[in-house]
């Protein structure tokens, strides 16, 4: 710790960093201010800034528009709200489906082969996980056609990395004495798995579902957007068409059940801890 | 082997793993309402399957672009789309976590007066209530297209996510070190540097780092509604079916998200 000490060795005063900790931390800071400036300018190189001053008085005349809602096209979403309930539910079932043994191939203590196989399924993971579900909902679009179908891929295909990762993370840090105890009456490797760490992976294999559940729910709201699917495309066709009344619905439709999953997730989650 | 009946042996001699579910009947209801609603859902997903048919040839494509992928033909608008979600991920999480920072003092009970935890805590309420594509299309309406609107619209959902953790974690504090710091006679900013920053700081980098992955996901994704960024260059070959150029897309967005997590995960091992 560093003191500042008077010519005559009278310490003055305590510091929390040393002369050069100081100067390190402020070129950092210089550092990431420049670096901040210089991609603002990067950035809003092609920016219209008459559009920018013109900001408020948009927002102010689609806030307008958007009231009052029109109530009577909630009668409309009961069909499109169904369809995205379904996306997010199969397609996170699809997901544990294939996220689980995707997560039992990762873990480096289950796994069958730390050189070959691990590396594979960190891999799908990897690439799971980075792409986001409207960008998997593009592709899908693209392969299947719009429709359901391709939310529910889309979905699935976003949810394995999200599932497998934090699986394999919760077996890689399971109680081994268990596994131990259970492998030393003379049981199998199924048997191990059974009794040894299934059971001691369920509170978290549960609350990571519903936690992905909870999260595929928002993000299959706008999935439409791309085509696939659900409330988003009754957004898409209202905005379309600027029917910003009808958005209105739509806006806290989407609130409602995004609110009405947390209340569930909440609860379930709850009862499983 | 012949086992020998113990005198006492009114025990059952099997035994079974709890279930999961205590009583028979509610056991019994949640399978037949599962698949109830299986058979429901499934029923109401229509299919086009001509259409699938036709999908698994693309599907092929696809895939085969993935292994030749095309960076040349299209790299000039790749490399504007990659410049364009660089410097907006940049740009909206340093703006994001200045902003956050004051946001998730005031949403800290222990830190906060009670007026000042709400209007925070409608802040971030408010940032969190909706996906960022949607509010991406409010602030493409608002601002017009490119990636302004973008940079706001990860703004805004930074603050969103990085105030609420930060400040549910500063609520977690130990209070005995801002007690000692509070008795030195330390005003309320000196409590917060010395007490409340020492102990939150090694989270805010953590998450800080965590997000700049995220908004570079996301990035990707506000371009589709004409935010700025790689989701439009990629929406874009995704149109022409150019699977190649798209495949080369993808295989960017994947090393650069790596990448980050590569480096976060060491700079979080540097500060802790």
Known sequence: MPVVTSPAGQPIHWRLQTRSQQLAAWLGWLALVALTVFC????????????????PRQAADIFGRMLPPRWSYADRLWLPLWDTINIATLGTA????????????????TTPSTLLVR????LIIVSSRSINSLIWGLLLVAVLGPGVLAGIVAIALRSIGFIGKLLYEAIEEIDETQVEAIRATGAGPAQVMAY???PQLLPAFGTICVFRWDINIRESTVLGLVGAGGLGLALEASLNVLAWP??????????????ISEWVTARVRRAII | MEARTLPQAAAPRTWRPPRLIESGWTRWAVAVGVLAYLALALGSIEVNWTRVVEGVARAGRLFAGFLTPDFTSRWGDIQAGMIESLTMTVTSTVAGIALSVPVALGAARNIAPLWLYAVCRAIIALARSFQEVIIAIFFVAMFGFGPLAGFLTLSLSTIGFLAKLL????????????????ATGAGFWQVIEYAVS??????????????????????AVVG??????????????????????????????????????????????WTQ
């Open chain 1, 94 to 109: 699809l997901a544990i489906v294939l996220g689980t043994p995707l997560a039992f191939l990762a873990a480096r203590n």
């Open chain 1, 246 to 259: 009808q958005v209105t619905v739509i806006l806290l439709m989407i609130l409602a059940t995004v609110l």
């Open chain 2, 167 to 182: 400040a549910d974690d500063i609520e977690e504090i130990d209070p005995v070190q801002v007690e000692a710091v509070r």
């Open chain 1, 196 to 198: 040894g760490m299934v």
């Open chain 1, 119 to 122: 590396p594979i399924a960190l």
């Open chain 2, 224 to 269: 589709i509604v004409g935010a700025g960024g790689i989701g439009a260059t990629l929406n874009t070959a995704l149109d022409r079916y150019e699977f190649d150029s798209a495949a080369a897309i993808l295989l960017l967005i994947i090393a650069i998200v790596m990448l980050c997590e590569y480096a976060s995960s060491f700079i979080r091992k």
């Open chain 2, 198 to 219: 020492s102990q939150v700081m090694p989270r805010l980098i953590g998450l800080s780092m965590y997000r700049v992955d995220i908004n570079f996901r996301e990035s």
């Open chain 1, 40 to 55: 603002w300018r990067v950035m809003t190189a092609g920016t219209i800034w008459a559009f920018v001053e013109d900001a």
